[in-house]
Structures are given as C-alpha cells and as structure tokens.
C-alpha cells in the first residue's frame, strides 16, 4: 500500500568502452528483501563479467529485464520498493497489450481494500510479519494459490486480487475457479468457496493437474488456458517482453547449438575488427633462456619463502620487455586517427585464458614501468587469479598499451597473434625448449650445446611500425634476456 | 448441570478421584490445614485425613521427589506447586528422574503437578509465567492446560489415571473468572484431542489456556466484520493434536498461533514450524505468532497489560490476516 519512493537498479557502466550488457542471472527474485550493497544480480559485458550490488534496500519490487537480455547502459533492469512496500501493482506502468481477445471492458476493483485494516505503526507486542516480508504485490504467489492455481491451470495474472497489494488470495482464486468465467466481486465474505479444492488427506505431494474437477462447459484442453470471457484488465504489469529471438541457424545431423556468450560475441567483435584495422605482420627471434632459467632457479625459492610468490618466465620476460618498449615509444604507442600518440606510461596487457577454456580476457598491470621483476610477478599472479575467479574490475582490462600473449604453455613454439586494438604490438611467447645450439667456447671456436631456446613473436602494425623496427626491438628483448643483469632487474 | 467456576471444577475432579481411588493423595506446601495458597484442597483434610492431604516443608524437591517415591510405590499422588514458576526447583527430580524412569527402569511414574499457572493480576516475576514450553521439550513428560471448567475437570481425572508423569498448567487468571457448566458425574477428557472453541473458516487461531478466551473475544469483534476466526484450544501441549490443527490450516490457510508464554521457543514456535513443514501449499499468509516479549513478567499493571497478549492485538493480527 506505501508508495514510498522505488529505487532504480539500472545497466551500470562498467568502464569508458561499454555500452551494453547482458543480464546473466538475477540473484533475487521479486519480493526477496535485499539490504544495501547485496549482490543482487550477475551480468556479463565484453570485458568483464560481474556482480552488481543492490543500490539500496528494501524489497526487490520488480525484474524488467529477464536473464538473458542484453541492453544498453543506464537501462533500468528492476526495481527496489522499501521495506515492506507493495510493489508493482501500485507503480505506473506503460501499457500492456493485452492478450489477444480480452476486452479490457471492466474497470478492476481497486486494490484498496486491502486497506481495510489499519496499518499504522502502532508499537505493540505483536510483530506483524506479513508487512515485513510480503512488499511483493501481486508478483507474490502464496503457496495455497500456486497450487490451486496448478491444479487447474489458472493464470493467477487473470486472477483479480483482493489481497495486499492487490495479492492474488485463495479466497480469489477459488472464487475465479468457481465463477468459471465472469470476475470476482472482491468481497470479503463471500461463500466458502472451498469445494473445487480436492480433498487433501494428507500433506499432498502436489502438482498433478489432472483430477481437479473442471466446470461443465470446459473442455479440458491442453495449452490452453480457460480464460473467461469478459475480464477485468488486471491492474499489473505483465513481465516485460521477451527479446526477438533471432532466427534460428538450421541444424543438421548431429549438429548442436549453442548461444554465444557476451564474451564470446566480444571477443569475435574485436578479433575481426583488429584484422580489418592494424596491418598484422609477425617477427620471431629464437633466445637462449639459459641465463634467466638458471637465475629462476635460484629466485623462485626465495621468492615463495619471503614473498609467496611464484615468479614465472613471463614475469622476466614481461619485465624485459618494458625496459625496451621504453626506448621504442612507437611499439608502446598507437594510431589514433592522423596523429601518433606515444605516452610515458606502459600498461602491459595480460592474455589469460579462463578456466572453462571459453573465454579469453586481458587483464592490464598498470603502470608497470615502475615495477621491479618481484612486483610484475606478484602483480601478474594477482591479476591472472582474480581474471580466472571473475574478481576483475571493470577498469583493470582497459588502458593497456602493448599485450604479452603466452600460448607457450602448451608447447606451441611460434603463433601470429592479434592485436588488442588499439594497441600497436603484442609480444608472443613461447614454449622454452631445449635445443642443440651452436655456441663458441673459450678458444672462439664453434661447439654445440644443449641450451633452453625460446621463440619469440612480434605481432606489430605495419601501418605504425616498421620491420626493421620490430626486429631492432625483438633483438634487444634478446639481449636483455640472454644477459640478465639481476641488480639491474 | 451445575455451572462452576474453573477452580471449583479442579477442586471437584480432584474430590472425586480421591473417594475414587485410595491411592490417590494430594502434599504441597498448606494444602492442608490452609487447604491450598488458591483454596482447592479446602476442606480436604476434613475428609481425607492427613495422610492423604499433606502438608509438605518448603521443598519443592521434596515434594516433586517425594511424589515420584510414592509413584514408585504404587500411589498417585497429586503434587500443588503454589506457584508454577517455583517448579524449577524440582528440574532435576522432575526432569532427570520422574521423566526418564520408564525408560531407565520400566516402573512407571504416575504423578501429577498441578501448577498455577499464568498472569493478569500483577503477580510479578515470580508469580505470573507460562513455563509449560520448558517441559514440552523434555520427553517423557506430558503437558496439560485447560482453558474452560469442563475440561479443568475431565483432564484433571485423565492426569491422574496416566500412568506418565503429567504437569497440569492451571490458570490462575481463570480460577474464578471463568465459569461453566460441568457434570456431577465423573468424565475423563483424552489427552491430544483438541477442541473446537468456535468455529470458522477463514483463519484459525491455535492456542491453549487462558488466551482462549482472549482470542474468543477477539474473533467476536471480527465476525462484525465477515471474518469468521476458528479457534483451536489444543488443551494438551503433550501429545498435541497436530492432524487437527493441520485439517484446520488446509481449510483456512491462515494461521495465528496464540500463547501468553514468551515468543521465543515458545511452544508456539514448534507449532508455526509444522505448519510450515507439513502443510505449506495450504497456506495463503505467513503464520502469524502472538506471544509475550522476551522478558520476565513486569509487574506494574500497565506494563504487564503490554506485555501479555490482548485481545486487541489480536484483533490487529487477524485484521491484517484478513487483508492479506
């Protein structure tokens, strides 16, 4: 009955480069009491997925976006009443068409008759809970009216409510059952109607809607639902509209279908308009990683011991890199429109892959030109953690300025990856193999040897960056890894 | 039919069972000579001698461990607590021992405790609880709380032939001001069979004891309104007629559950959750509970007016269960 202010939980903005999002579970229904920064509902974006919280408290009064639809940001998803509010029933709401063949001829009872008792906040003893936990209206279905409602196929949206907040009561239901056709007159006391409900011996193991005794002039069709003739518009929203579903593809044998995931749409958005944008080309440089192995060996135990992290060859390398994307600007920059733009800062992008093998998301270390070899490996392991338990914030897979893709895990020794738009380059990394090599000795003379030799890839835009640019840049990651200086790194 | 006061009944069922059977005995504190701090053994001693009507020290151990001593023996004794709040003194006899004997060693235990019982005439802390949820909870015990003369009188004489222990909650708020016809000759009521106070079909109110007769006024302001309230007194809380009560929330599908006891752990409390348990595609409300607040029983007359049950609050509850 209140019609205290409703609070509008909308699309949030998950970062400068979102425009839409796609609701992937709401985590309370209608008429679930929610506190201020509960996790009301999941959605899932290009970039990220994640939860959002409940922008205040109250009582969830309505969805208006189901699970599944994607919409643009600052669209309102639902809407929050205040505690022990009466939801839907009571908002403005923009038309509904109505069923096909249902004559909004009659003006429906207004629900204030539930106003009968008085509900003022008088302090007594007595707690009243249904003030408290009702606030849901007519999208509350009380379990005696859910199972009528079943056992005769009774839309309880149909049903005219006398209830609270316009609620559906048993009262209703059966007098709608027993009326089989014209509306109830929302009156109290009204005859207990209470013979169409079948014997109920013991607690019934419900829903079986067969042996309900049906009124003469029915015939017991499936599907359809016996709706009588003249109804009264019933003063609620419907749920909102479903999205058009897009044609289906046909299938043919042993084909399955699948819908893509918002990630997947992204990913597929982005990958093509990457190869449309950047002229793709790839450099490789084999390294001898025997320096940094042997120099991992020693560290990694002194750095799981006092810092409890695990520094990986993509830790070194990624922090080879950034001392050479500092003497090319150019690889660390972009094209953006006619101009250059090149900037103090590296941001290195992280390609991880997600647990489910479904996905693929680039977590950006910020700033990372002012991180010394233990604090990229502490901040790659954090950001790859929190990538794979969707702990991510929207601002940390954004403003990366060069990408470290590492599909050497798999033994992959060489790759052509593509660009993170609007990055200029992504620096492949790959499986270190041991290799016989050819070296020379003390004397100058030519042995070989068994040494860890790695690839590496330059995927750079040729529109911005020249070959002999990248291979200069290529060579001197080389150098930096094969001659690793530890107090320098 | 003679109508009775509620304690004239008590004290005629008793009367009657004792030239009934010669085992039966009755020892508390000035049952006696004083014949009972509410009078019900007055004039006992007259009749029985006092070795049937005893009079027992200030121990309410000694009489609650007595009694199950003369159980043991084959009597069956009827115990007077002056008040029902000083039977925590006898937990342990009452609890450890009378309660769990049958199952320990095979040898009934047929003892009754009349316990006056309940609030309304500022009695305080001490004088004014409802402690039957306690014993509810402990098995082996069985729960008694008449709310009209008629049954004061049938359960008083189906306690006493039990062959269980049985705590029989008398209210005290009841002793004179409710009053009703009884039959001369001797009736037993049995135990988990409730009763039909008034009939109706649109919300049900369970309870027992006094707030019978709080929830009978509140329904008679409601019928006005074309709210028929069914009312439930249960009259024994162990075993309690729990079909009864779930025929009655299928028919009605609102429930207020009732008690002047406390709210939490009340028995109220294992009542709302078989309803929940056993019947909740019936329901079309949540189910409503009025108890006391969760304090001792204050004693200022406007403070215990607040704190017990009322028969407007009552009134509210239903109305809102109405409009529901």
Known sequence: MSTGTQIEVVMPQMGVSVSEGTITKWLKQPGEAIARDELLLEISTDKVDTEVPSPGEGVLAEILVSEGQTVDVGTVLGRIGPAGSEAAASAPEEPVPAPASVEPAAVAPEPALAAAAPVEAAPAPVAAPQTETSGNGRAFVSPVVARIAAEHGVDTTAVAGTGTGGRVTKKDILAFIESGASAPAAVLPGPPSTEPQPPAPEPAPIPEPAPVPRPPDETPEPQTIPVPEPMPEPPTPRPPTQPEPAPEPQLGPGEVLEPMTAMRRGIADHMRRSLDTSAHVTSAIEVDMSRVVALRKKLKPEYERTHGVNVTYLAFIARAAVETLKEYPWINGELRGESIVTRSSINLGFAVELADGKGLIVPVLKNSETLNLLGIAKGVADIAERARSKKLLPDEVQGGTFTITNPGGYGTFHGTPVISQPQAGILGTYAVVKRPWVIQDEMGQDVIAVRPIMNLTLTYDHRLVDGALAGRFLRDIRERLESWDEAAY | ?324
């Open chain 2, 1 to 324: 039919m003679p109508e009775l006061t509620y304690i004239q009944a008590i004290s005629d069922a008793l009367r009657q069972e004792m030239r009934r059977d010669q085992r039966v005995f009755v020892l508390g504190q000035d049952v006696g000579v004083y014949g009972g701090a509410f009078k019900v053994t007055l004039g006992f001693q007259e009749e029985f001698g006092p070795w049937r009507v005893m009079d027992a020290p200030l121990s309410e151990t000694a009489i609650v461990g007595g009694a199950t001593g003369a159980a043991l023996m084959g009597l069956r004794p009827v115990a007077e607590m002056q008040f029902a709040d000083f039977i925590s003194c006898a937990w342990d006899h009452l609890v450890t021992v009378a309660a769990k004997q049958f199952f320990r060693g095979r040898t009934p235990v047929p003892i009754v405790v009349r316990l006056p019982s309940g609030g309304g005439f500022s009695g305080g802390p001490f004088h004014s609880q409802n402690p039957e949820s306690s014993f509810a909870h402990i098995p082996g015990l069985k729960i008694v709380c008449p709310a009209t003369p008629h049954d004061a009188k049938g359960l008083l004489a189906t306690s006493i032939e039990d062959p269980n222990p049985v705590l029989y909650f008398e209210h005290k708020h009841l002793y004179r001001r409710i009053k009703g016809e009884v039959p001369e000759e001797r009736y037993t009521i049995p135990f988990g069979q409730a009763r039909v106070h008034r009939e109706g079909d649109d919300a049900v109110v369970v309870t027992w004891g006094a707030m019978v007769h709080t929830a009978s006024d509140a329904a008679d302001q409601l019928a006005g309104e074309g709210f028929e309230v069914e009312i439930l007194d249960l009259r024994t809380l162990i075993p309690w007629d729990k079909a009864r009560v779930l025929e009655s929330v299928r028919r009605c599908s609102k429930v207020l559950v009732l008690h002047e006891d406390t709210r939490t752990g009340g028995f109220g409390a294992e009542i709302a959750a078989t309803i929940a348990e056993e019947a909740f595609e019936d329901l079309d409300a949540p189910v409503v509970r009025i108890a006391a607040p969760d304090t001792p029983v204050p004693f200022s007359p406007a403070l215990e007016k607040a704190f017990l049950p009322q028969v407007e609050d009552v009134v509210k509850s239903l109305q809102e269960l109405a409009a529901y």
